[in-house]
């Protein structure tokens, strides 16, 4: 059985590193805390806490598995997506710039035909 002041110790890691903040945001700007949450989750599941907290940490350490999985991917594929929206805007600045130069002809060869 837990001491009462690590069973409190426990409690308050608990409260601090998962429940008062927002996890999945703080873990998208630091995926390096996933393996400290997983190991406080270890600690919770191993304990002699009620067995609401041990499902907690039970139900909680397979999605921590899959985000750290997936956030690469998805950093990735938002890079990829940056990067071809770059390319969209140099392929609409290059369409424009041809516009005006088909534009410009147009308008000088009129002049010349119109004689002016």
Do not use: Y
Request: aromatic share 6%.
């Amino acid at each position: 059985m837990l001491k009462e002041s690590s069973r409190a110790s426990l409690l308050n890691e608990l409260r601090s590193q998962i429940l008062e903040i927002d996890l999945f945001h703080k873990i998208e700007q630091d995926e390096n805390i996933i393996p400290k949450v997983k190991n406080l989750l270890h600690k919770l599941a191993n304990s002699f806490l009620e067995p609401k907290f041990v499902q907690f940490a039970i139900g909680l350490e397979p999605i921590l598995d899959q985000l750290d999985v997936d956030l690469p991917t998805s950093r990735d594929g938002q890079a990829k997506l940056a990067d071809q929206i770059k390319c969209k805007d140099k392929l609409l600045a290059a369409i424009e710039d041809s516009k005006k130069r088909i534009d410009n002809f147009k308008e000088e060869r009129s002049s010349f035909d119109t004689g002016g």
